[in-house]
């Protein structure tokens, strides 16, 4: 029998078995909603031949579940962190909306690339190279990276919901007050919006799960009433046929998804799959090191130094769910900030991340009931979630041009060019450029001398410049038709 207590350390860290399935059971509440959320973005992306949308659906939500479960897994008994982890949200959002509907890359060639980066994160982690590719990437990029995606997450949203519409005179614009209140999927979703919005405001453990199933409820009883036409907001068949024809139809396979990412490697474009696994290992690697650094202040795990004790521990577990998940069928796997709802019940070890695994592979047999979750209400959880990662904002020094400009550029340009790739690309040629403009205007003398304009370029470093123009060199290229 293992002893629960030593294996997890348990009284070194302050805790017990209770404390740590309760800890466990918050951080589920608070992040079971990718269940749901995860196939509803990827869905637009997957179109496997012979299966219809609502088994495509289910398919990505039994993928999510089982790599997410691996990957914490990995986390509790081998990391022993209390950290949990799951397809993360501004990752599928650029595997959907740029690089397969965007560049048309296909979704078995974008699983590709995600395997890939898993792989190379391992690599990166097991060799120790991770300080040395944290010190090149402009620190003002990498702080806005969470709000830029909460920016076009917050775009998506809205735009699903019909909140924000199309307009020929200012490309978009909100929708009109008659139509927000007279077209079904509007106004719920509003309304889904604005429930959310006030749970998570109390700071109501599992919110946005709780505000995704309430708001669903309403719609299926509205449906019910006749306020609303079967198939407006809700699906018709499960209006039609009932819950229990949909659980009886239920199928489990996914044997088209898993081992997709093998076919994705005989259509590959050299330069394009070297962007797209550039970015998804980027927004991966600072994603999950922020996430871990900020948990580990929260739950008192820093060292002396600021510095999360073996933090090559987690960044392994979320390499290796990461290169499972494409095995598998789903994207890039992260470090969910919401677990600092089970840190803040005291969850301080492995055993907390043990017990949402085993939450997320008791759900397998609710896959089926995903399908029942209305447009309206995933994509009003996205709005909210959106809103949320905008806290990342803070952190930026907005009173120094060296990093408001490439920071600013970050943020907007993800949701105004409907690219997770784009915003980090002008982030990162822009910094060198302020920073040299900017430095040198404050600097007055260089080795004793006043700085040339070589001198405040070299004073840059090689790493911000180089990258810089590899940006620029792939962006003339792709948009002059050079590449895909």
Do not use: C
């Not at 922020?290 to 987690?314: H, R, S, V, Y």
């Amino acid at each position: 029998m293992i002893d629960i207590h030593s294996y997890f350390e348990l009284d070194s860290n302050g805790t017990d078995i209770k404390t740590e399935i309760v800890a466990g059971l918050t951080t589920f509440f608070t992040i079971a909603y990718i269940i749901v959320v995860n196939p509803a973005v990827l869905s637009q992306a997957i179109d496997i031949q012979g299966y219809s949308d609502g088994e495509v659906f289910q398919m990505i939500a039994i993928v999510t579940i089982i790599a997410s479960a691996i990957a914490m897994l990995v986390m509790g008994l081998y990391a022993n962190r209390p950290f949990a982890l799951a397809p993360g949200l501004g990752l599928q959002a650029f595997f959907t909306f740029t690089v397969v509907l965007g560049l048309g890359v296909p979704w078995q060639t974008a699983l590709a690339a995600v395997f890939v980066e898993g792989i190379l994160f391992i690599l990166l982690t097991l060799t120790g190279l991770r300080k040395r590719i944290i010190a090149v990437f402009p620190e003002p990029v990498k702080k806005a990276v969470g709000a830029g995606i909460g920016a076009f997450l917050l775009m998506i949203g809205l735009q699903e919901i019909d909140i924000i519409v199309n307009s020929e005179a200012t490309l978009v614009e909100l929708g009109s007050v008659a139509s927000l209140t007279t077209t079904p999927q509007s106004l719920f979703g509003l309304g889904a919006v604005v429930l959310i919005l006030l749970l998570w405001a109390r700071d109501i453990r599992a919110g946005i799960l709780i505000g995704i199933v309430t708001s669903t409820i309403i719609g299926y009883i509205a449906t019910l009433a006749g306020v609303v036409e079967p198939g407006e907001i809700v699906d018709e068949t499960i209006m039609n046929e009932g819950i229990g024809a949909v659980v009886s139809s239920s199928q489990y396979d996914i044997t088209p998804l898993a081992g997709a990412f093998i076919d994705g490697f005989s259509s590959v474009d050299p330069l394009t799959f070297l962007m797209v696994l550039l970015t998804f290992f980027f927004v991966d690697f600072f994603d999950t090191a922020g996430a871990l650094i900020g948990l580990g202040q929260q739950g008192g795990m820093l060292d002396e130094n600021g510095t999360l004790p073996e933090m090559d521990k987690p960044l392994l577990a979320d390499g290796i769910g990461t290169t499972i998940g494409a095995m598998l069928g789903t994207s890039t796997l992260t470090t969910f900030i919401e677990s600092s709802a089970g840190i803040e019940q005291g969850g301080r070890t492995g055993l907390t991340a043990v017990t949402v695994a085993a939450l997320f592979l008791l759900m397998i047999p609710l896959t089926s009931l995903v399908n029942a979750i209305p447009t309206f209400a995933s994509y009003s959880a996205l709005v909210v979630i959106g809103i949320i990662m905008f806290q990342g904002a803070a952190d930026i020094r907005w009173n120094d041009p060296v990093w408001a400009v490439p920071a600013a550029l970050t943020i907007i340009l993800m949701p105004l060019t409907y690219s997770i790739a784009d915003g980090i690309a002008a982030g990162i040629i822009s910094y060198p450029i302020v920073k040299t403009v900017t430095d040198g205007k404050k600097s007055e003398t260089f080795d004793g001398r006043k700085p040339s304009f070589a001198d405040q370029i070299k004073s840059v470093g090689i790493g911000p410049w180089t990258m810089a123009g590899a940006m620029i060199v792939y962006y003339t290229m792709q948009t002059s038709g050079l590449i895909l």
